[in-house]
């Protein structure tokens, strides 16, 4: 049984009024994702507390695989958390009963906290995402705290100053100040937020100006990317010139949504054409001889056979050479002369360490791919998540470590710019590592919730 399990059963035993009580909030599978991180921290520390959680948007699986009990009701809606995307989402969701839902949430959440209270015990809310559980964490009447997932000051500015912005609207997000708004800073500034903590060091330096608890600890979606191989397993010996040597290496995120995902992969496979024609030219930029590896990220929730029949019909053989030394024995392995393609669905800490640059339509992928150092080339797709408005604001906060272009038919040019030019590449590293900060910062946060809550 895992400690997660153990600590969960633990609230239901006659000691457990001796722990401190945490309900965690969050409003989207990323939000689970990054709020387990920081939970299994918790239980490394010497006071954990019992851990309960109430997803506000989808089914919660995240906390659900490490039975961490929930307390309210658990829906899927059809946008799948992005409503802010597209009114015509919101009402999908609307008509598929979300006001119900979430006043059916906030009754739970409330008598929740009323029940830590008459049994005596100490409790506390982490709310992780963006307003809604913020707001959820306001009204529901215990200390609180909240890791701000959905907010950067990179959206409007960099270091250097405000970034032009064309329309109104996009100058509407920094009218206060902030890219937080008023209200916003209304809730972390209350008594009860005992601390807030941002994505990145330039929105925690924004929030300082206020009377707000913000503490520089990190992006947690940085935690928990270590590879389990050797780097140097990737260097080989050219045995016709004694030299070290290793294949370029191209990851391929195409998001994790079906069946957006799927339409993803045919717009990047258009790049991947293009770039097969560009390896063949005689003044090609690849080095070692046109030693290529495209390694394809899938999401586990994919269906890789539908992946790899876009393979199969632009000519890919199968093949039982494996280029790298890939910790999963369920790889598909692809070639076409001497350039080679991996589809994994059990090795996504490799494809983000592993790759020289990455073509990319997702999300959390790209963000935790630039952080590592790596610049990324972003094709917007038709949505529901990676469409042109989400590609270009990721564009804004991710800077010059991701390229956006309008066509997959650009990307070679591109990545021919890119290792043409070192220097670039030393430039985009430290951008890439600055905006997404050091590994650790779930440990940080727990260790100071342990702090203030415990």
């Known amino acids: 049984m895992s400690d997660v399990s153990r600590l969960s059963l633990s609230s239901n035993s006659p000691t457990a009024t001796s722990r401190w009580q945490l309900l965690v909030l969050s409003n989207g599978h990323g939000e689970d994702v990054i709020a387990v991180r920081i939970l299994q921290a918790l239980l490394q520390q010497s006071y954990p507390p019992d851990i309960f959680a109430l997803p506000l948007v989808g089914e919660g699986r995240a906390y659900q695989q490490l039975d961490i009990p929930l307390i309210g009701a658990v829906r899927a809606m059809p946008s799948g958390g992005f409503v802010y995307m597209d009114g015509r989402q919101l009402a999908r969701d609307v008509r598929g009963g979300l006001l119900q839902l979430t006043w059916s949430q906030i009754q739970a959440m409330r008598r929740w906290v009323r029940s830590q209270k008459k049994l005596g ?27 701000g997932t959905a907010k950067s000051e990179y959206y409007v500015r960099d270091e250097v100053g405000i970034l032009p912005r064309k329309s109104r609207a996009a100058r509407w997000e920094n009218f206060s100040g902030s890219i937080y708004h008023p209200w916003e800073r209304w809730l972390m500034s209350r008594r009860r937020c005992r601390a807030v903590f941002p994505r990145d060091g330039l929105t925690t330096q924004i929030l300082n100006q206020w009377p707000i608890a913000a503490f520089n600890f990190g992006n947690p979606m940085m935690d928990g990317l270590e590879p389990r191989f050797n780097t140097q397993q990737l260097y080989s010996i050219n045995s016709q010139q004694q030299e070290i040597t290793r294949p370029l290496i191209i990851t ?32 090609s930029f690849v080095p070692n001889s046109g030693n290529v590896v495209f390694l394809g990220a899938i999401a586990p929730n994919l269906d890789i056979k539908i992946i790899a029949q876009t393979l199969q019909s632009q000519g890919w053989q199968t093949s039982t050479e494996l ?37 990319a339509m997702a999300g959390t992928a790209t963000e935790q791919f630039i952080g590592l150092g790596k610049p990324a080339i972003a094709i917007p797709g038709e949505g529901p998540q990676y469409n042109p408005g989400f590609a270009e604001a990721q564009s804004r906060l991710l800077g010059l470590s991701l390229i956006l272009v309008s066509e997959p038919a650009q990307v070679p040019d591109q990545v021919r710019l890119l290792f043409t030019h070192p220097d670039r590449l030393h430039i985009i590293a430290e951008n890439g590592r600055q905006r997404m900060g050091q590994p650790g910062a779930a440990q940080r946060i727990a260790a100071c919730l342990v702090d203030k809550f415990g």
């Not at 307003?131 to 306001?138: D, K, M, N």
């Not at 097969?276 to 030219?281: A, I, K, L, V």
């Not at 598909?332 to 640059?357: K, M, P, S």
């Open 121 to 147: 015990n100490k409790n506390a809310i982490l709310a992780v995402g963006d307003i809604v559980p913020l707001l959820f964490a306001c009204i529901s009447g215990a200390n609180y705290a909240f890791v």
């Open 252 to 283: 391929l995120l195409p998001g994790s949504r079906a069946p957006e995902a799927y339409k993803n992969w045919e717009i990047i496979m258009v790049a991947v054409s293009a770039l097969m024609g560009s390896f063949r030219e005689q003044d």
């Open 323 to 359: 280029p790298l030394p890939l910790p999963d024995d369920q790889a598909l392995i692809f070639q076409q002369r001497n350039v080679y393609f991996l589809l994994t669905q059990q090795a996504y800490n490799e494809c983000l360490h592993w790759g020289d640059v990455a073509i």
